[in-house]
């Protein structure tokens, strides 16, 4: 069965950066089109941002254009997503996906 786990989670600060990665196993992760997700308190799920298997392209959330980068390394069988000038509303459990598959998800907190 597959399995996704994410980690990388934590508090930072307004303005501050954290760098979340999402290993994937038991399955052929190259051939996946990766995608985060996040959760903030009291809210529905959003998609964030995505990156395809076939060309490398990525697109994201309006609110995240600009501070945040996804990434893949289908030799590690990892995504990562860099986040940057991070504010309170970033704040979520943030989770990775690929096609029906879901990891647990790491909490990400911005709070002064």
Known sequence: Q??????????VQPG??????????RFTFSTC???????PPGKEREWV????STDGSTTYVDSVKGRFTISRDNAKNTVYLQM???KPEDTAIYYCNCRTT?????????SS
């Open 2 to 11: 597959v399995q996704l786990v994410e980690s990388g989670g934590g508090l």
């Open 33 to 39: 089109t990766m995608s985060w997700y996040r959760q």
């Open 49 to 52: 941002a995505t990156i395809r």
């Open 84 to 86: 940057n000038s991070l």
């Open 102 to 110: 879901w990891g647990r998800g790491t909490q990400v907190t911005v």
């Open 16 to 25: 501050g950066s954290l760098r979340l990665s999402c290993a994937a196993s």
